[in-house]
């Protein structure tokens, strides 16, 4: 184990409710209960930034908690009835908040299918990084994530790491072609990466 291995399962411990000690946590009322006997096998990588393409706002917290302002941007009149989630959302400074504990169903994947499973969300974690299809992510956020993943991979029995793009092909494009899977996948333990347009059972 090298010493951010070390770093990470010290400093970013999971509770039994599935909460992230070092996160700041904002109560989104998106979510609900797993199905019984749902293992979290799946984590997703998404990216999104409110307004797009503006960051360091709060526009992605109001909508994870229902209190965006349709009036306040072109764009989010679009938002006005969605009812939305994740558990993780990354800063580009890479600070993480969280939204919903990891053991609940958190509404991030949408109409999604995984090796011929469908509703992603029933059996994953979903983890935002704020960003666009078009920006290079950061330092920091690269740094966040892995830490992130390593506690989760600790506490959760995940199979497959893959990006939104990969489980709803044609519908959603995030994380983008700024994501840098390989130096994602260079600081993990294990090659769980999963890239996949076809999601076909196998
Ligand atoms: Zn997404």
Redesign the pocket.
Known sequence: MNESSVFSYFFMPIDANGLLDTAQFIFSPNHDERPEGSAISLLVI???SLPPDEFGGNGVIELFTNQIDPDAHPYYQNLRDLRVSAHFFIRRDGAVIQFVPCLKRAW?AGASCWQGKERCNDFSIGI?LEGSDDTPFTDAQYSALLSLTRCICDHYPIEHIAG?ADIAPGR?T?PGSCFDWDRYGSGLPRNLIRRSTSNTPT
Do not use: Q, V
Request: aromatic share 0%; net charge negative.
């Open positions: 998404h990216s999104i991030h935002e939104h959603k995030d």
